[in-house]
């Protein structure tokens, strides 16, 4: 009996040596030479004015007392949070009322 050739190991074969050099291309050189550009892009394209740390002059409507205040006001909501007010739809809250209040 006299078999025929067949060609379908023979790209098998090819396919796999295609893989195995594809696999040792060197692609870190090409990626470690734009390592961070996109951050310095989303922060080039978040900046109005590259320049503002030049400008001196305070920022008008509010002193420096009240802006304290706010601040400390603002630090101390997350050091002591105030308890959810009831009667009031509490979305995504976690108390739970049993009705036996």
């Known amino acids: 009996m006299k078999t025929k050739f067949t060609r379908k190991p023979a790209y098998a074969l ?3 040596v295609a ?3 594809a696999a040792c291309a060197p692609t870190t050189p090409r990626w470690d030479a734009h390592f961070g550009d996109a951050i310095g892009t989303a922060k080039a394209q978040q900046t109005i004015n ?3 740390s ?3 002059e305070p920022v008008p409507g509010i002193d420096g007392q009240a802006g304290d205040a706010i601040f ?3 630090r ?3 050091r002591n949070p105030r308890p959810p007010m009831r009667g009031v739809i509490d979305v995504g809250t976690t108390g739970a ?3 036996t209040d």
Request: avoid cysteine; hydrophobic fraction near 45%; charge should be negative.
């Open 54 to 56: 030049l400008n001196t």
């Open 72 to 74: 400390d006001n603002y």
């Open 14 to 16: 090819l396919l796999i």
């Open 50 to 52: 590259p320049q503002a």
């Open 76 to 78: 101390n909501a997350f």
């Open 97 to 99: 009322s049993t009705g």
């Open 19 to 21: 893989g195995l050099l």
